[in-house]
């Protein structure tokens, strides 16, 4: 039921922000399977609405990503390449 899981995800992201990983467990789905489904989603609700992406900033030389399209994870900081971030937060406004 991929139409219905999109669109309870698009409601989901309605109400507030979700991580990959948070709406990859609720739902038991590898993370590209959601990434697909948020793309799509992306594209149903232009130009009315948009999927904002609060990227991470890094916690070790406080780099901020700018204007990411992206929706999965930036996996490490491209000016200190730490790799520990934090995950990107989605949100529909
Ligand atoms: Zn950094």
């Known amino acids: 039921m991929e139409q219905t899981r999109r669109q309870e995800i698009r409601a989901l992201l309605c109400e507030r922000y979700w ?10 789905l590898p993370r590209r399977v959601i990434v697909n489904d948020l793309e799509h989603i992306a594209r149903s609700v232009a130009p009315r609405q948009r999927l904002t992406i609060l990227a991470p900033v890094c916690g070790a030389c ?30 529909i406004r």
């Not at 991580?19 to 038991?28: G, I, N």
């Not at 390449?81 to 949100?91: I, M, T, V, W």
């Open 62 to 91: 406080g780099f901020r990503f700018k204007d990411r399209t992206r929706f999965s994870d930036p996996s490490r900081c491209p000016r200190c390449k730490n790799e520990h971030l934090g995950p990107q937060r989605l949100r």
């Open 19 to 28: 991580t990959l990983d948070e709406l990859a467990t609720r739902y038991l």
